[in-house]
């Protein structure tokens, strides 16, 4: 029997999917329990594309009407997370023993970010001395800007002012679009409005799935034909809310900052690896699991010891169980859905009970070639394969060989708390700030004053764009267990400012859902949205004045 199939099959809608992966952001990692996610990412669904919908009667998948993204805080273009700082106590080094808490007195954090010649680091301070780094801004483009992967060599770009290519793709498309039957002169669609930025990145499977720069350019609008997967040029049928530019020359070097990855050894098990930027800018990127060469991140194991696990958002990791997607004829054998259909090394599971969500890490076996659906009277049926591809997983990797990440407490600052994790005894992380007033973790947002302040973060209870009522002006909160609910407040953006206030949960909402979408031309409107299984919704509540939380003074350092 395949171990896999000892596993429960997922609640409906109990596990959310997950985020785009955002470098030098580390946080453990759950789900489905007590929402304790990486700072600054945000839970999507499958596949990874802005939250666009089909305005076609047969509801076909043109990214016809976009919501307006949901962003966590001011300019959070870029890494708008809180940093993951590393301080590392190295064994031989006055390091921490198996057994022991981690050692007093470390070094400044300020060794583990570093600002460059060009690269320069927004660091908030506090009255009570924290100094809690942020997004990272490009002194010559003027603007925060992210790091991302990216083609011909796979280097690291610290990137700005760059609009991705905002359409879905359909069965069998490799993400390339042209203006000629030779699928010659290259073309990037999207059906995002307004976006002005004057470059614009293209994935290709053809170079891994990694982006590649370009400058934009002129409006096109013949025929557009697509290259499918089998090599075949064909004509692709564009609705009214896709537009297609022709795409110019690629970015020239220098453009961006340019980085690499360097690992410092951190302790058994475990490494830390920081991007180091070409202008002597610095600061932590991830953490590797040396036995299994893996990126990891933290989250509660099959062992039920919190430990450095392989997940889907930082590697090319199936993962499942997917609703109602099963592997054998009988929909008895859970399915696992991978990134990419190059198979992957391992798959994760994710068993949720009790409020309490327990990742198991199996072996692949095999890409399957067919995939089974259960309908709701239980019928099992053949169901053609669709994007993305789906994996048989095999055998448990055994819990004990990835690093443990025990969570702690790393320093007081006032009322904010470090949150962190000691891993494998001799490396510790800060990963968020607590409000022990509160007592909820929080992230520092601009209030509707434009104030800096630590407000409260809990994707527990969060704010997605969905209305209570068919002119957009009553938000809702969203929660994926009512049960296991603990959150009371929840913080929500600020139309007509930009900035954030803090409302307390209010009465549950059982009526109708409505959410803001941009039309092609431009226009808004307040569009009535489906319920998702498993997943209640929350009125606003009374809101909390601003000044009830933990001010901070931000600069560029």
């Excluded at 020239?252 to 475990?270: Q, S």
């Excluded at 000691?422 to 607590?434: D, F, G, K, V």
């Excluded at 031309?521 to 498993?534: F, S, Y």
Aim: neutral net charge.
């Amino acid at each position: 029997m395949r171990h896999a199939a000892r596993f429960p099959p997922r609640e409906p809608g109990r596990c959310r999917s997950w985020a785009s992966r955002r470098p030098s952001s580390f946080k453990t990692y759950n789900p489905c329990g007590p929402a304790v996610w990486p700072s600054g990412y945000k839970p999507l669904t499958l596949p990874p594309f802005p939250a666009c919908y089909s305005a076609n009667p047969d509801g076909r998948q043109d990214d016809i009407l976009c919501a307006p993204a949901q962003r966590e805080g001011d300019g959070m273009r870029g890494i708008l997370m809180t940093w993951a700082l590393v301080i590392l106590w190295m064994a031989g080094c006055g390091g921490a023993t198996p057994g022991n808490s981690a050692p007093s007195g470390p070094p400044s954090t300020e060794d583990f970010f570093r600002s460059g010649s060009r690269l320069r680091f927004e660091v908030t301070t506090t009255r009570d001395g924290l100094r809690w780094p942020g997004n990272l801004f490009d002194q010559t483009r003027g603007a925060v800007c992210d790091w991302t992967k990216a083609a011909p060599d796979g280097a690291y770009y610290c990137i700005s002012g760059v609009a991705p290519q905002g359409l879905l793709l359909r069965v069998g498309e490799t993400g390339d679009f042209y203006a000629d039957a030779d699928c010659s002169q290259q073309l990037w669609l999207t059906s995002s409005t307004g976006d002005a930025s004057p470059f614009i990145s293209i994935r290709s499977a053809l170079h891994d799935g990694l982006p590649r720069f370009f400058t934009r350019g002129e409006h096109f609008t013949g025929t557009v034909h697509t290259r499918k997967q089998d090599g075949a040029c064909v004509q692709r049928p564009i609705s009214n809310g896709v537009t297609a530019f022709r795409v110019g020359p690629e970015v020239p070097a220098g453009t961006f900052v340019r980085g690499e990855l360097r690992e410092r050894h951190a302790g058994p098990g475990i490494a830390t690896v920081f991007i180091e930027g070409e202008d002597g800018s610095s600061h932590f990127d991830h953490l590797r699991a040396t036995e299994h060469d893996l990126p990891c991140l933290a989250g509660l194991a099959s062992d039920d010891v919190s430990r450095c696990l392989p997940l889907p958002l930082n590697n090319q990791t199936a993962s499942g169980p997917t609703p109602s997607i099963w592997a054998n004829e009988t929909c008895t054998e859970p399915a696992y859905h991978s990134p990419s259909c190059t198979l992957p090394r391992l798959a994760v599971h994710f068993e949720s009970k009790q409020c309490t969500t327990r990742i198991h890490v199996l072996s692949v076996v095999e890409r399957l070639t067919q995939t089974h659906f259960q309908q709701a009277d239980g019928n099992c049926q053949p169901t053609a394969l669709a994007f993305p591809c789906y994996v048989r997983a095999g055998e448990e990797v055994p819990a004990q060989t990835w690093p443990e990440a025990i969570p702690i407490d790393m320093a007081t600052h006032g009322r904010l708390t470090v949150r962190g994790l000691n891993l494998a005894h001799s490396a510790m992380i800060p990963t968020a700030l607590l409000d022990t007033q509160v007592g909820m973790e929080c992230r520092f947002r601009k209030d509707v004053e434009g104030t800096s302040r630590c407000l409260p973060t809990s994707l527990e209870l969060s704010f997605t764009g969905l209305h209570a009522d068919n002119a957009c002006t009553q938000p809702l909160f969203e929660s994926s267990r009512e049960e296991c609910l603990q959150t009371s407040l929840a913080t929500v953006r600020d139309v007509s400012t930009g900035g954030f206030r803090v409302h307390e949960r209010g009465s549950r909402h059982d009526g109708e859902l409505f959410q803001r979408l941009v039309s092609p031309d431009g226009t808004t409107r307040c569009l009535e949205r489906t319920r998702q299984p498993g997943v209640t919704y929350w009125r606003t509540g009374a809101e909390i004045p601003a000044t009830s939380f933990v001010p901070g003074t931000p600069s560029i350092e």
